[in-house]
């Protein structure tokens, strides 16, 4: 109990801060090496390290920030657990993912329903497509830009949730071929297919913003 007490204010934020030199020097294999034997405070490096695209990958996939946030904790929660047992067979990141991924499916097939349903406006378009947002929109352009917004977001959430899964991954976690194989217990072809079919559903479904060059 004592651990996971002290876990959750790490995750808060409430621990000494390291440098980004440190945090830059280390690499995820030795941090997560010394987590192994023991050594919190190369845990709390690494928290600091992916705890932010954790939390950004997760509201992309949820489309809800403080499920995103719980989610991210207890991928980090997972991995302290896990501490003991690691094994560098495959890059930290990978790993990471993988157990992001599954939490987040299983999230999205927990609230189906309720996902589908709404999508939380909370700024991003959550696409595979990066939009030029004027910097000071009138009234007009910031409605359109709105339902741009909702249309490609709508888009994503509607792919196959292994398709979502690839797409997220690898427009906005730049995640390789190879890690998302992993990630997603597929081939690299399958990753490849997936990524195919996901971008060519989008086209089709974004073909009027295209039309428009609103994209």
């Known amino acids: ?24 020097i ?24 992916y705890r932010l695209p954790l939390v950004s990958y997760f509201r992309r996939m949820v489309r ?3 499920l995103a946030e719980d989610l991210a904790q207890e991928v980090f929660l997972r991995v302290y657990k896990s501490r003991e047992r690691y094994q560098p067979e495959a890059k930290f990141t990978t790993w990471l993912y993988r157990i992001a991924t ?38 007009e352009q910031q409605l359109v830009q709105r339902d741009r917004e909702r249309l490609i977001r709508q888009s994503v959430e509607s ?29 690299e072809s399958a990753v490849k297919s997936l990524l195919f079919r996901a971008y060519e559903t989008l086209r089709v479904r974004l073909e009027p913003l295209l039309r428009e060059g609103q994209i």
């Not at 987590?35 to 845990?43: C, N, Q, T």
């Open 159 to 187: 792919l196959p949730e292994n398709q979502r899964a690839a797409v997220i991954l690898h427009k906005y976690q730049e995640v390789d071929y190879r890690q998302i194989a992993s990630i997603l217990s597929v081939s």
């Open 26 to 49: 280390e690499t995820d294999l030795n941090l997560m090496l010394r987590v192994r034997d023991g050594d919190a405070a190369s845990f709390e490096v690494l928290l600091r390290r």
């Open 1 to 24: 109990m004592k651990n996971i007490i002290s876990f959750a204010q790490l995750f808060r934020g409430q621990s000494v801060v390291y440098s980004v030199a440190t945090m830059a």
């Open 64 to 66: 809800d920030q403080g």
């Open 102 to 139: 599954n939490l987040a499916l299983n999230a999205i097939r927990d609230r189906r329903d309720e996902v589908s349903g709404s999508a939380e406006e909370d700024g991003e378009s959550g696409g595979v497509l990066e939009m030029f947002i004027d910097p000071c929109p009138t009234v």
